[in-house]
């Protein structure tokens, strides 16, 4: 420096060497040497390495830049951003092993092949053994299909397709025999545990398919899967969280909660509860009676339910005394044919359209129009705004009405009715026939029409 010259930095190669290390990382995963789960796991772990290994090229630089005369280079803008990333990523890594992704997996139904999470392999398995006569099974599945059929021998039978997501083939046989299924009598009930959790957090699902004898009752517990029961003779009872549901040709009572999925249900003969937060809803051919409650996301289809049947959710409540024929419900519309009275609806935002409708109805609506077709004629009161109201009538009919429409009109096919209609509001009332049942009818900002059929 005594000459004026200034002394030159040393080329640092810090840098190049960290994202070379970085490069044979990624395409290791690429090229499908280690998987993506287990690199994750091994930068989780390992991470501060990229650090050490900086600093010490750095100081190998330093002292080889004094021996050399020239200046060492410091961090710089570029080597302290790189640092910043691979500190944040680390610790972000390091956090992450502590949760559990499986169950994060669960609620948001990301898929067991997730490429993150290892390499899939596939087992079989089979138990049985014989069942206690007058005993009921309980089953309990975490991950995994279920599905039960009948048959007339005096044993249970399992069968078990099971699939593990890990790094490596031996690590999936040792996690295949850690969860085997478990069959256990105790006070004449059978318990068949899944036993997908006894692996921890490694990614373990099996569907089991389950022979049982027709006449024994049957409660499910799962947590994600679909649920499918066939031609039982019995009490069901299932729960599950993610996952459809369908039940068939059950001689028993029914009672599912579903927390997400669809739900169908036909020939039972018995009762069915249903209640959770559902898709799609399809039940038909009930001997006994329907209730729902919950929220329902989808569409609902209700058809021939023997006795009464019920639907309750946060913007629905729903009553009829049977239904023959079919009714059906989503967002926007309710629509009904050949339905059994007494009849009672208070929603909101759906279009009302109800034919052959017999005994009294009683409905409360908004944001939608009501049509309604009785036959034979009941009483029936209707309150609704926004939105027009008709109600069609039997030619012949006999009846009292009373109806008035706020900032509407009134408009009526029967002569013997009174008809005014000013510009503010519309009235109706009167006899036909003989009277008889009572019609009321309340609009506000719609029109009222009484049709002859």
């Not at 009490?235 to 039940?247: E, F, M, Q």
């Not at 609506?365 to 069609?392: A, C, F, M, Y």
Request: with cysteine.
């Amino acid at each position: 420096m005594s000459n004026g010259t200034a002394v030159p930095y040393r080329r640092s190669f810090a840098g190049p060497i960290i994202l070379i290390l970085l490069g044979v990382v990624f395409l290791l995963g690429n090229l499908g040497v280690l998987t993506w789960h287990s690199l994750g796991m091994y930068f989780a772990k390992y991470w501060p390495l990229f650090i050490i290994l900086w600093g010490v090229v750095k100081l190998v630089e330093y002292y080889q830049a004094q021996r050399e005369g020239m200046r060492a280079r410091g961090v710089g803008v570029g080597g302290f951003f790189l640092l910043f990333f691979i500190v944040i990523c680390g610790l972000a890594a390091s956090e992450s092993t502590k949760v559990n992704w499986q169950e994060i997996g669960d609620q948001i139904q990301i898929g067991d092949d997730f490429p993150l999470m290892g390499n899939s392999y596939d087992f079989s398995d089979e138990l049985q053994q014989a069942f206690p006569t007058g005993a009921s099974l309980k089953v309990a599945s975490d991950r995994g299909n279920v599905v039960v059929n009948a048959w007339d021998q005096n044993t249970i039978k399992v069968s078990v397709h099971k699939k593990v997501v890990t790094n490596d083939e031996k690590d999936s046989k040792r996690i295949d025999e850690q969860t085997k299924p478990v069959l256990t009598v105790a006070d004449n009930v059978v318990t068949l545990n899944a036993n997908t959790m006894a692996a921890g957090q490694h990614g373990v699902s099996s569907d089991l398919e389950i022979f049982l004898p027709r006449k024994a009752p049957l409660d499910i517990a799962a947590k994600r899967g679909e649920v499918t029961v066939k031609d039982r003779v019995g009490a069901v009872k299932i729960s599950t969280a993610h996952g459809d549901v369908t039940v068939q040709n059950v001689d028993g009572n029914t009672d599912v909660s579903l927390r997400g999925g669809s739900f169908r249900a036909e020939n039972i003969k018995g009762d069915v509860t249903l209640d959770g937060r559902l898709d799609d809803s399809n039940i038909s051919n009930v001997t006994g009676s329907v209730k729902m409650t919950g929220d329902f996301f989808g569409s609902t289809s209700l058809a021939k339910i023997s006795k009464s049947a019920s639907f309750k959710s946060s913007r629905t409540d729903l009553q009829m005394a049977s239904l023959p024929g079919e009714l059906s419900l989503d967002s926007g519309d309710l629509r009904g044919t050949n339905v059994v009275g007494p009849f009672r609806l208070a929603t909101r935002s759906k279009d009302i359209h109800l034919e052959n409708i017999s005994g009294d109805v009683r409905v409360e609506n908004s944001n939608g129009t009501v049509e309604i077709h009785p036959s034979p004629l009941g009483n029936i009161q209707v309150d609704n705004k926004r939105g027009d109201v008709q109600l069609v009538l039997p030619e012949k009919a006999s009846f009292n009405i009373n109806a008035h429409a706020r900032r509407g009109e009134v408009q009526s096919d029967f002569s013997q009715l009174k008809v005014n209609n000013s510009r503010e509001e519309g009235n109706m009332s009167g006899t036909v026939g003989n009277g008889g049942p009572s019609v009321e009818i309340n609009n506000d900002r719609g029109t009222i029409e009484v049709r002859k059929g």
